[in-house]
């Protein structure tokens, strides 16, 4: 089975633009999540879908926003970004109906200037 | 919320030596937590897990211990290799049924001499 790939792999934007990150996840997998890694602050977790509705949300702001396709992709914005918001962002897939692993992607490295 | 904590941001042990790295937790009603192994450029892959039902869980060199009642887990590498050296981190989940959501902690870069 084909990994769980995001595009792209790296983006520059600057500040008060918007983002658009997309992920694929592994054929079968309903549940996708999103997180935002950071030095020292590890993985924080920003959102998780499951056949196309939001089940989880972690505490960022609401300019960060997600959404799920039948096809169970999942697209993830930021809007107005910020200098802090330069970060890789990670998402992961799972089947979803269990609390197990979750398989992740090689992330969208982000640049905010 | 640092609902799951690594208080080491790294370690640094010889090859062959064991490695021992440590995570916390706050929220009792995690039940599952894994260990997750990350290099540059790639996502985390997964690398052992633990049911709450259980207090020790092996597989290979990687051995995971869990004290429920000091809301404790660790890693155990033995022995070590350079291989190894990558940012490990520690993930939990549980609680609501049917509860997908997974929290991470900080991780410890971990580095193995030759």
């Known amino acids: 089975k084909a990994g769980v790939t995001q595009t792209p792999r790296y983006l520059i934007k600057t500040r008060g633009q918007q983002v658009t990150l997309s992920c694929s996840p592994i054929?079968?997998?309903?549940?996708v999540s999103w997180y935002q890694q950071t030095p020292g602050q590890g993985l924080q977790f920003l959102f998780e879908y499951f056949s196309e509705t939001q089940r989880n949300k972690g505490n960022f702001p609401g300019r960060f926003s997600g959404r799920q396709f039948s096809n169970s992709r999942s697209e993830m914005n930021v809007s107005t970004l910020e200098l802090g918001d330069s970060a890789l962002y990670l998402c992961?897939?799972?089947?979803?109906?269990?609390?197990?692993?979750?398989?992740f992607g090689p992330g969208t490295r982000l640049t905010v200037l | 919320d640092q609902q799951v904590k690594q208080n080491s941001p790294s370690l640094s042990v010889q090859e062959g030596r064991i490695s021992i790295l440590n995570c916390d937790y706050t929220n009792s009603m995690f039940d599952y937590f894994l260990w997750y192994k990350k290099y540059p450029a790639e996502g985390p892959t997964f690398l052992i897990s633990i049911s709450s039902i259980k207090d020790k869980n092996e597989d290979g060199r990687f051995t995971v211990f869990l004290n429920k009642s000091a809301k404790h887990l660790s890693l155990h590498i033995v022995p070590s290799q350079p291989g190894d050296s990558a940012v490990y981190f520690c993930?939990?989940?549980?609680?609501?049924?049917?509860?997908?959501?997974?929290?991470f902690g900080a991780g410890t870069r971990l580095t193995v001499k030759p």
């Open positions: 054929s079968g997998h309903r549940s």
């Open positions: 993930a939990a989940s549980g609680g609501v049924s049917n509860n997908n959501d997974m929290r």
């Open positions: 992961a897939s799972s089947l979803g109906q269990d609390r197990g692993r979750k398989y």
